[in-house]
């Protein structure tokens, strides 16, 4: 019999084995983790449509297939054009705002009379501003360089999708263990689905409202400003916090007083609040129990492995962990140490260490 010490250093091994194949492969896996963003979002998406009832009829499945497919391509290339032009602009404009910033800092010095102004280049780098710009360009292009592949795995998922569930089936030597998997796996949809389409609905919100805003007290890259606090929405707490820091320092530097810099940072702030603290708990409810310093060491863990789609992807990665953890008797500690309550459901009887 297999000794508890011993299995808890194979299982640390093969943690840290898996960790360092996420890292080495990062540019090998991110393109296909980024498909199966996008097929989920397309079938998904085809689900949805197919739920709409037009008369008495409903779109047939292949019909709403198509049509999620056209809206996902759509929303993405009008999005794309939309942040390359905005970004192109700012990286012209770039050197004119750290101009301005450092004639902010010279006023600031000047005001206090003090002996050793305050410059630039003690706080950050010299040309940092451009090359922020510049680095946000380049991700742009990086993205829309691995698009082909993307599209390519994309492709070969929508073809195979109808024989998953056949495969996944035969990979169980009883039909007892594979409709526990099948349960397994309909818990994390349900979980997944849950989460991405209320963050996605309040991604969209606080992204339209931040453009509005923007555009009502005259900042330019509003949209540009807008999609990022769309992206940033998804990571937790601190995505929040930096959409409203950017659009801030902007107006710093592009208005000549601090009223709209004040009112930029209010008005964000209160929409911030209002929709990640009033709206988003009530709609999303308890139904993910994580915790929140485990949420907080996801992002960090994620961050550093796969950057800002780590980032992203850190909720619904621990909520699956969390399920799957559940299921087994032996992994069961990892699964309540990682819930907020500490509840994470009864064991079904079949589904303990015989399934694993």
Known sequence: M????????LTVLLVCMIGWLLVVGRSLLLPFVIALIVWYMINSLAHAFQKVPIGRWRLPGFIAFTFALLAIFAASTVVLDIVTVNLAQLAQDAPTYQRRLEEIFDQFSSHFDLNDPIELKDLLPDSVVPRMVTAGASLVTTLAGSASLVFIYVLFLVLEQSTFDR?????FSSPERAQSAFAIRA???RSIMHYFSIKT???????????L??????????????FIAFLLNYIPTIGSLIGVIFPSLLAIV?????GPFFAIATGLGLIQFAIGNLIEPRLMGSNLNLSGLVIMLSLAFWGAIWGIVGMVLCVPLTVMIVIVCARFESSRPIAVLLSETGDVGLKESGTGEKAS
């Open 2 to 9: 297999r000794s508890p010490l011993l299995s808890a250093t």
């Open 167 to 171: 495969k996944f089936e035969r990979l």
């Open 187 to 189: 818990e994390i949809n």
């Open 201 to 211: 609905a309040v991604s969209v919100a606080t992204g339209a409202l931040t453009s």
């Open 213 to 226: 805003v923007l555009i009502l007290i005259g900042l330019p890259y509003a949209a540009l400003f807008g």
């Open 254 to 258: 592009y208005y000549d007083t601090l």
